[in-house]
């Protein structure tokens, strides 16, 4: 209980507070109640058009991503191969570009005039293929964790009595890995059903999500009211879907004996194995590479012919404007939000999961309540946060609302949901024999702590410290919608540099974009080789 | 473990119950400074005004904004100011962002406030009345827009059709010219637009027809501009979300990597596309339909709340000022409102003079807004 004050106190100021005030603000205008709009919203056909849209899209890609990423998840888990480490931390690269980029690289393949032929744009596919691209990484990343720390021999055993593969993933496999299958499917449902610059970008006129509803009654018309009761809308069918995926999630774990990831993998050896990393490959590459490279030959390619020369020109085109930001500031900047972000959720999800979970005892009745709050902010719109935090936080001295701060805290806000969603598992997973084990042999809670539980959760915060930063460095959320005083990030100076026209605007946008790629596979490697000693083998 | 628990309650119920205590204090005891009483003149007998003491004067401006370094230190020597920059969103975003926070600003000075919001911001009295001595040295054109002082308009950038010139001259054809021209069946398939319920210049476009066709007081699916928009949709017009993805992912020509040789955008977009001032005027990639322009003008006021009214005062007039309308066209590709300001040379050459761009009282916009957005709406969705 003690754990889960800070985490549930940072909620209620920094989530459910601005939330709170900007819905006040548009039901309770004029110091009275106005109400008549939920009956306006409520029999408005277009409304209901969007809401069933947004729901059934939202189910659509998470069945999706989960079918094409279990295979992938499998292959991490199983097998070693080269270059696995890097490929690892680059699947988490798409998840951080900014979604205006996206949109062009998908655009480049699936677009007019796309390198495919097929313009799948303003259709329903482009939308699923977006959600794809964006969430591919957090069901193989979420659900590749826990598979790797299942012992094969487990799987072998099952398959020496008899059964088939088949029967062995369905059987034995499939009810280990359910948490994270559940905890990886909420995440991408959320993030497909509160989806907005994806079915903007995408979608053309005729696809709307809720989001994308509130977006433009509340940043584009300023219709209070309307936004309010779409948002409560949006809120409801978050808390029920959350509560649904809850139960699968909250069937007591199983006690794992954790392997070292070294024995669950081996080479892929015979020609079943590697046609099945063979095939993953071919779907990483071409769900994920294909638009990266779109990318990455735009960088390239210069009005003057290929080469370096957008990189180079970030240097110097426009110094000398208020508008120039050099790269390395950019880069600093996005780095040091990002690094706050990271240890403001870790911290606060690490105490959230421990209390949620029972860590070290009994599993507390209310965990399941905190479980599901705490995932609401992912399901959450983010310009009724971003506006609601003007409204809130805006009287000295808690006036934030061009303050830096508020840029780490409200990335906190969104990561805190990923921290909890991969710690709570693992927690569960640890086999309380070994608590008691060494209580006898007379170690101290602290020392039970950093002996049993540091270790064998290090790869589950590694993981949660890789999304909670991912989270950041691609400036989810509210922060988008709030003025703040020049400190521009990468994405931030993306966006700067495609509001304008010009060949070089949009190859320096590329150019930057790159950067931002090759910076996210650089630090997701990083974190994955710094836990502690001990942890690493687990 | 029960008594413990009982006694961890409270403690984390003390700790909200604190914080929530010292915020609504706070909330409480703060004052807004500068009310009533109206701004001082930022420019006394020719000159800006100067601050004995250092003064920081923060700018709130949306993520297009730009200008020279060196114009800026021009500011800051003459006056004493530092300026800090608040940049978030476009200018609708930025504009209704502040909008919901009138009277309590983060900033003193806003620049870049979308004409067809003006109805919006004087009823939530987001800024104070400044006449701004410099206003005299504005064309008149856009010195009339808004009367008594509000705010003050600082430059111009209409929105209009743009070609690409290769798919048209290079095959042959002639460049399109009207509106009417737009439905003809030769340019089936190439016109790509923004949604006006998301996108600037995408309202702007919207705008443009009503402004030219009429039947903004009609309600019904037959008001004139919606015919117009019937025979585009008939002729293939594709929507999309905004100016980004019909510039570089729709438009063919210029960056553009699209398919469409017709895209909504700016009267200044083609300057952008041109290096130098060697290629010939009938020779850019990318050239405008003078007759689609709808005009464009971004104002600046005072925030009411403001902390130093004065200071933003000054910065208004030093934004009409000559070396800061003479920077702007290259830092934010808009043209300069006071009249005689010389242009750079990519846009004397290259941008073609919009005499008079189509337009409709801010008034009239603010009153049915909402509705052309929705009656367009039901068309396209």
């Known amino acids: ?475 989810f959320g509210a922060t988008a919608f709030l003025a703040r005083p020049a400190r521009p990030t990468l994405p931030i100076a993306v966006y700067r540099a495609l509001g304008r026209p010009g060949e070089w605007s949009f190859a320096q946008a590329m150019a930057l974009s790159v950067i931002l790629m090759v910076l996210t596979v650089a630090v997701m490697l990083l974190i994955d080789r710094l836990r502690p000693p001990g942890v690493a083998e687990f | 473990m029960s008594t413990n628990r009982r006694g961890t309650v409270s403690a984390a119920a003390i700790v909200a119950l604190t914080l929530a205590l010292a915020l609504m204090v706070a909330a409480c005891s703060s004052s807004a400074p500068s009310k009533g009483a109206a701004v001082p003149p930022g420019m006394v007998d020719g000159a800006l005004v100067r601050f004995d003491e250092p003064v920081t004067l923060r700018v709130l401006a949306h993520d297009s904004f730009a200008v020279s370094a060196e114009v800026l230190e021009e500011f800051e020597r003459e006056t004493n100011v530092r300026v800090e920059l608040v940049q978030a969103g476009d200018a609708v975003t930025m504009t209704n962002a502040a909008i919901l926070t009138a009277g309590n600003p983060v900033a003193d000075v806003i620049f870049g406030i979308d004409e067809n919001l003006l109805g919006a911001v004087g009823a939530a009295r987001l800024v104070v009345p400044y006449a701004a001595v410099r206003l005299a040295d504005v064309d008149p054109a856009y010195a009339s827009v808004v009367e008594g002082g509000l705010v003050t308009p600082i430059d111009h950038a209409e929105v209009c059709v743009n070609f690409d010139r290769d798919a048209f001259t290079g095959a042959g054809r002639a460049l399109p010219r009207t509106f009417e021209d737009l439905t003809a069946r030769e340019h089936a398939g190439q016109l790509v637009v923004q949604d006006p319920a998301s996108s600037t210049p995408g309202l702007a476009f919207m705008l443009a027809t009503i402004a030219r066709f009429g039947g903004g007081d009609d309600t019904s699916a037959d008001a004139a501009w919606l015919r117009y928009w019937k025979a585009l949709k008939a002729n293939g017009v594709k929507v999309v979300d905004g100016w980004e993805t019909a510039y570089y992912s729709e438009f063919s020509g210029g960056s553009g990597e699209g398919t469409r040789p017709l895209v909504v955008s700016y009267a200044s977009s083609p300057p952008a596309e041109v290096a130098d001032t060697s290629v010939a005027v009938d020779a850019t990639p990318t050239g405008v339909m003078t007759a689609t322009c709808y005009r464009q003008i971004e104002f600046a006021g005072i925030l009411r709340g403001a902390r130093h009214p004065e200071a933003a005062a000054a910065f208004i007039e030093f934004m009409l000022g000559r070396s800061f309308q003479a920077d702007m066209p290259l830092q934010m590709y808009v043209y300069p409102v006071v009249s005689g300001t010389p242009l750079p040379d990519t846009f004397a050459k290259y941008t073609a003079v919009v005499a008079e761009p189509l337009s409709l009282p801010y008034a009239q916009v603010a009153a049915n807004r909402d509705r052309w957005v929705g009656q367009w709406s039901e068309l396209f969705r």
């Open chain 1, 1 to 475: 209980m003690v754990a889960a004050a800070p985490p549930l106190l940072f909620l209620a100021v920094f989530f459910v507070w601005p939330v709170a005030t900007i819905i006040e603000r548009g039901l309770h205008p004029d110091g009275a109640w106005d109400l008549s709009v939920f009956a306006d919203v409520a029999t408005d056909p277009s409304i209901r058009r969007v809401l069933w849209f947004t729901v059934w899209q939202a189910v659509a890609s998470t069945v999706v991503c989960v079918l094409i990423g279990l295979p992938g998840a499998a292959m991490f888990a199983r097998f070693r191969f080269r270059g696995r480490a890097v490929l690892w931390s680059a699947l988490l690269v798409p998840f951080v570009l900014p979604t205006v980029v996206v949109g062009v690289a998908l655009l480049g393949l699936i677009g007019p005039g796309g390198v495919l032929g097929v313009d799948l744009s303003g259709t329903v596919w482009a939308i699923l293929i977006g959600h794809v691209f964006f969430n591919y990484a957090v069901v193989v990343r979420t659900v590749g964790a826990t598979w790797m720390t299942v012992d094969p021999r487990v799987e072998e055993a099952a398959r020496t009595l008899g059964a088939s593969t088949w029967t062995t993933f369905r059987r034995v496999t499939l009810p280990l890995l359910r948490p994270a299958l559940a905890a990886a499917s909420s995440i991408v449902f959320l993030f497909s059903f509160t989806s907005f610059g994806i079915v903007l970008l995408l979608g053309g006129t005729a696809h709307r999500t809720v989001e994308v509803e509130i977006y433009q009654q509340t940043a584009r018309l300023l219709n209070l009211d309307v936004a309010a009761v779409l948002a409560l809308l949006q809120l409801v069918l978050v808390v029920a879907v959350l509560w649904w995926f809850g139960r699968s999630q909250h069937r007591r774990a199983v006690a794992l004996e954790q392997r070292r990831a070294e024995e669950s993998q081996r080479p892929a050896v015979g020609w079943q194995a590697r046609t099945f990393v063979a095939g993953n490959l071919v779907v990483i590459g071409a769900l994920l590479g294909a638009p990266l490279v779109v990318l990455a030959v735009r960088a390239f390619s210069t009005p003057d012919g290929w080469g370096l020369g957008a990189f180079r020109s970030l240097g110097d085109t426009r110094r000398g404007s208020t508008a120039y930001v050099p790269p390395v500031d950019a880069v600093r900047n996005s780095l040091q939000f990002a690094a706050m972000a990271t240890v403001l959720a870790l911290v606060l999800g690490a105490c959230a999961a421990w209390a949620i979970a029972g860590g070290g005892g009994r599993v507390p009745r209310w965990s399941r309540f905190a479980d599901t709050a705490l995932m609401v902010p992912l399901g959450t719109s983010a310009v009724t946060v971003g506006f609601g935090f003007l409204l809130t936080f805006d009287r000295a001295p808690f006036d934030l609302r061009s303050s830096v701060w508020i840029v780490p805290i409200a990335h906190a806000v969104v990561a805190l949901p990923f921290v909890v969603r991969l710690l709570v598992p693992a927690v569960r997973a640890i086999d309380p024999r070994l608590h008691e084990a060494a209580a006898v042999l007379g170690a101290s809670p602290g020392r039970v702590r950093r002996s049993i539980d540091a270790p064998i959760l290090g790869r589950a915060i590694a993981g949660a410290a890789g999304f909670a930063f991912a989270v950041s460095l691609g400036e």
